[in-house]
């Protein structure tokens, strides 16, 4: 079995695009995209979409390819990368795929875990309990529930929590217990390529892209999308703190702080996420490529 997939993953705002544009240019592959929130079309700006001359320099898949009034979930997403990835290696036996979304990145490694079906009526009264006490109420209860999953899910996605909580009240066991079994074996080989930094440059780096998203438009971005605001895809940092902004809750300043706050927490719990991934090749953010491709290459021979 000779194909091969890279993997490129880390926080946000670290680097994985360009790295990933790299690595791909010179194994002459493509790249399958990861992250959950670049799939849609109408969001730009806010989720930090390649720039057109990355995503000219090598051809990339699932980005922009959605729009925010589609159900897509990471499932779906399995599926259609696995197979996109089986018509890429029939021109390549070598292709990359980067992205920042944890779950999406093992649902293509790895395969989803198996969660038992819950009564239906379990889902209405969370999202019955949602519309009236908040989201804060059910983060408190999942902590109650299983404090595994509180300290690792994307917190600020109402669907995850829900989720998690319908495992939870359901079968009377922690989400977490479900995760992890025993994945399906992939056709191909795997090498995951991590990029790290300290925590103090890492959120630097994120509230200068913030800036920089403010500067480029993210807040006319976000008008153009405020009267969507009740759609999942729209329930994530960057669009929420300026919807607060635009219905008065929030100053502006306030709106781009609270921002920033968000992105990192999400670049924190990425970093949970990925210390979990077993077999992955950590390198400091600015590690030259040339030891990057050394490591790859000498994965690369163990599989030939």
């Not at 999406?104 to 079906?117: I, M, Q, R, S, T």
């Not at 920033?260 to 991934?277: E, P, S, V």
């Not at 390198?283 to 994965?299: A, C, G, H, M, S």
Request: aromatic fraction near 10%.
């Amino acid at each position: 079995m000779r194909n091969t997939l890279i993997t490129i993953i880390g926080p946000t705002a670290i680097g994985k695009t360009s790295l990933s544009i790299k690595i791909a240019k010179h194994y002459n592959s493509e790249i399958i995209s990861c992250d959950s929130r670049q799939f849609f079309k109408e969001m730009n700006i806010g989720t930090a979409v390649p720039e057109q001359e990355e995503l000219t320099a090598v051809k990339h898949h699932f980005i922009q390819n959605r729009s925010i009034f589609d159900d897509y979930n990471v499932g779906e997403f399995e599926k259609d990368a696995l197979k996109k990835l089986d018509d890429l290696f029939k021109v390549n036996s070598i292709q990359v795929m980067v992205g920042g979304s944890g779950l999406y990145v093992d649902a293509v490694l790895k395969g989803l875990d198996n969660f038992p079906k819950v009564d239906d009526v379990i889902r209405k009264n969370l999202t019955e309990e949602l519309s009236k006490e908040g989201l804060a109420s059910l983060q408190e209860k999942l902590k109650e529930l299983d404090f595994e999953t509180y300290t690792t899910i994307a917190l600020d996605n109402p669907q995850r929590v829900s989720r998690a909580l319908e495992i939870c009240i359901g079968t009377g066991l922690p989400y977490s217990s479900f995760k992890n079994k025993a994945k399906v074996k992939r056709n191909f080989n795997s090498i995951v390529i991590g990029l790290t930094a300290d925590r103090e440059l890492i959120y630097n780096r994120i509230n200068e892209r913030v800036d920089i998203m403010i500067k480029n438009g993210l807040i006319d971005e976000a008008k153009e999308l405020y009267k969507h605001k009740d759609l999942n895809a729209l329930q994530t940092v960057g669009y929420k703190e300026l919807f607060n902004y635009f219905e008065g809750n929030f100053t502006k300043d306030f709106a781009i702080s609270e921002i920033k706050k968000n992105t990192r927490r999400f670049a924190k719990r990425q970093q949970t996420w990925f210390k979990k991934t077993k077999n992955v090749s950590w390198f400091n953010y600015d590690t030259p490529l040339t030891e990057i491709v050394n490591k790859i290459d000498e994965r690369l021979t163990h599989f030939n």
